[in-house]
């Protein structure tokens, strides 16, 4: 895409602005999520700029109509929360992460922009780049786990995928990354909950995925609700005016998330609208979503004398720059007969089983119960998710059809010769019991080879505002879980979920736990495919699974304290139940011969580190071999251990690969007391391993 400091964008830019009168310029700046006859209104004279919650190419053909005939033409910016694939509706984006497979995640992204651009959507509200530690947060779905190197890198590869605008016959596609910034921190893990966290931790942890998606060129981002050290994100210059605008270089519109400039009144900031207005605008938020604030107010607050018209201007500026970037003015409309030949094609569904398949993680594995064999004679399929055919869709599938969903049981059958008995009993609702259930789900499960068991959360127990106190399978499924336990009838489990739960019950008494996430369209197809064999589960957890909800957080990359080898807790292990990185595979990865090319390097010079992985199994598969590095003595307090680099592989039986990495003075810096980024000499320890607690390691020393 082009760059929004071309000269051609720039002149043309303020061009248009000359031509403004104040209301127009003012209605730029308004963003509504309704469309009635007042809006519609307000249109046609020129006083709304944007629109979200409206799709379909004939609607917004319509609504952009007017806004091309108003006194002053100037196209609409059309939004939409895009998360997780449009009508193809892809995993969860903290699923697809444990793919760790940049190429796919671009490609699903792609397909999403793609399909939503056939339906006049120009603007996507994602990919949500928050760092997130906390799993009783209902947001984790949305983002790529607990990692910055690893959340940077996906940040690249969404936001690269969303903005391809493979054409040129429609206005392009922008991606929105949010929440900047620190909205993963909430405290408690509750959503909207005020955030507290140093200028390093800000800069270190949740900066960096933001820096790299302005690096892929995001014309736009969208600031958070929540208070982040004493000033909510839709008024804080210091992170909107300093470190967006002034230290990375942004050129682009800031959006309000939906009515957070209002929502200053209740952070209690701002006594009223007009003061809200005033204090984002000031800020550096340019767009106002849904909260009427800005139309409302911005007039009064310049005739006033409060508000510098200029601030207004360069509002208006960059809202018209990336309208002409997004090539708006030339292909205004979109042609009506594009989503039939686009959404749901085949190349998109097919795209998304190779998503959901990769997702999958493959938890626990005793006495190698799974993969099953096909030719079994009867198998059990139990649980209130097995048969499901909307929860599957998570959380932020808004254009997802439930019709779509291909459930576990649909997905099973497919797989299994038509004279395979395969019954069903649901056994329980998600939250409550069904009378009669365990006891049905019990004789199903006596009478047949196997048993699939699918339990989980509903879609709506993660997402946005909702929280959960306790992040274990809820209290109904447990009950049907330790029935069918007490009975010792081998469990296959799967797990249908928008966060990382407390499983530590189930990792000693249940033999085979699979994490399916919610996979979305091929949810069924995809688990079916991993139960039977037909695909070797390689995916690799981005988030830790917590013992208990009183370790939260509990992460990878921690800091040492100055007593690391004191007992943490009383009465759980310190160490995550499965940590970042965790995964297991049908088959047997062996680390062996880690080397170095040389022991002492350079501040400037480049580290090749290599080490050899063979399959000793008997069938192929996936390995994704991750670097860690340690910084051993610094300036700054530095983790225990953190990501720098990973590869997938794929190996035959019998078949050895060497993995290479490069180590650049970008991996062993941070920032000093002032802030500055500089590599220190010193000795630094580095792992190349299948996840964040194994590895092969050697020393290795900065000079």
């Known amino acids: 895409m082009v760059s929004l400091k071309e000269e051609n964008i720039c002149k043309e830019a303020k061009m248009l602005l000359e031509n403004m009168t104040l209301e127009e310029k003012i209605g730029q700046l308004v963003q509504y999520g309704r469309l009635k006859e007042a809006e519609l209104q307000k249109l046609e004279a020129g006083k709304i700029g944007s629109f979200l919650n409206v799709a379909g190419a004939d609607k917004v053909n319509k609504l952009q109509e007017k806004a091309m005939k108003s006194k002053n033409p100037i196209p609409l910016i059309i939004g939409d929360d895009v998360i997780h694939g449009y009508k193809t509706i892809f995993p969860i984006p903290l699923g697809e992460s444990c793919s760790w497979d940049l190429k796919l995640i671009e490609e699903t992204s792609e397909i999403a922009a793609e399909e939503a651009s056939t339906e006049g959507i120009n603007c996507i509200f994602a990919p ?12 984790v779905a949305e983002g790529t786990g607990e990692d910055v190197f690893l959340a940077s890198q996906i940040a690249r590869a969404k936001i690269r995928g969303i903005q391809s605008n493979k054409w040129n016959d429609r206005p392009y596609v922008t991606a929105c ?71 990375l270089g942004f050129e682009g519109l800031v959006i309000s998330d939906w009515e957070s400039i209002e929502e200053l009144i209740y952070h209690g900031i701002a006594k009223d609208k007009k003061e809200a207005s005033l204090k984002s605008i000031e800020a550096g938020v340019d767009i106002d979503m849904h909260s009427g604030s800005y139309e409302e107010h911005i007039h009064a ?26 090539n708006l003015f030339n292909n205004t409309y979109t042609d009506t007969s594009l989503s039939k030949k686009v959404i749901r094609s085949t190349k998109n569904v097919e795209k998304a089983l190779e998503a959901a398949r990769k997702s999958i993680v493959l938890l626990k594995n005793k006495d190698c119960l799974l993969p099953l064999n096909k030719n079994i004679k009867s198998i059990g399929v139990i649980g209130p998710l097995a048969e499901d055919k909307v929860n599957p869709l998570g959380c932020w599938a808004l254009k997802g059809e439930p019709k779509q969903v291909t459930t576990v049981l649909e997905g099973i059958k497919h797989k299994l010769k038509s004279e395979t008995a395969v019954y069903y009993e649901k056994g329980c609702n998600i939250n409550s019991d069904l009378e009669g259930g365990i006891d049905r789900a019990l ?54 979920n928008g966060r990382p739960l407390t499983l530590t019950w189930e990792e000693e008494n249940i033999p085979a736990i699979i994490e ?15 139960i039977f064999g037909d695909y070797n589960p390689s995916g690799k957890l981005t988030m830790s699974f917590p013992r208990c909800e009183g370790q939260i957080p509990v992460y990878y990359n921690k800091k040492n304290t100055g007593r690391p080898n004191f ?17 297991l595979s049908y088959t047997q990865f062996n680390y062996k011969n880690i080397k170095l090319s040389s022991k002492k390097i350079k501040q400037d010079e480049k580290l090749t580190i290599t080490a050899e992985i063979e399959n000793v199994g008997k069938i192929a598969g996936d390995e994704i071999v991750q670097l860690y590095i340690r910084d051993m003595v610094a300036s700054i307090t530095r983790p225990i251990k953190e990501l720098k680099g990973f590869k997938r ?55």
């Open 177 to 247: 990354p949010k929440h900047f910034i620190a909205y993963g921190a909430a405290e408690g893990g509750r959503d909207y909950s005020a955030v507290d966290v140093s200028e390093r931790c800000l800069r270190e942890t949740y900066l960096p995925p933001f820096t790299a998606a302005l690096d892929e060129g995001a014309y736009t981002i969208m600031c958070s609700f929540n208070d982040l050290n004493g000033i909510p994100s839709s008024a804080n210059k210091f992170i909107l005016r300093k470190i967006l605008r002034q230290e």
């Open 443 to 496: 004789e199903l499960a006596k009478k047949v080879e196997k048993v699939v068991l699918v339990l989980g959360e509903s879609s709506d127990m993660s997402g946005e505002n909702h929280n959960r106190a306790y992040i274990g399978i809820p209290e109904a499924q447990k009950k049907l879980l330790k029935a069918l336990h007490s009975e010792n009838i081998p469990v296959v489990l799967v797990l249908m």
């Open 301 to 326: 607050l310049i005739d006033e004398g409060k508000l510098d018209k200029e601030l207004l201007d360069e509002a208006v500026l960059r809202i018209l720059k990336v309208k002409i970037a997004l």
């Open 649 to 703: 592989v794929h190996l035959d039986p019998g078949e050895c690969k060497e993995i290479k990495f490069e180590i650049t003075a970008k991996e062993l810096g941070f920032y000093d007391e002032y802030f500055n980024f500089v590599v220190e000499k010193g000795d630094f320890k580095v792992w190349i391993g299948p996840n964040s607690i194994q590895g092969l390691k050697e020393n290795f020393e900065v000079i």
């Open 516 to 530: 399916a996430w919610h996979l979305g369209d091929e949810s069924g197809n995809a688990i079916a495919d991993v």
């Open 128 to 139: 949500m780049i928050d760092i997130t530690r906390d799993p009783r947060w209902g947001r």
């Open 567 to 583: 007992k943490k807790y009383l009465d759980v292990e310190e160490t995550p139940l499965y940590p970042f990185g965790y995964g």
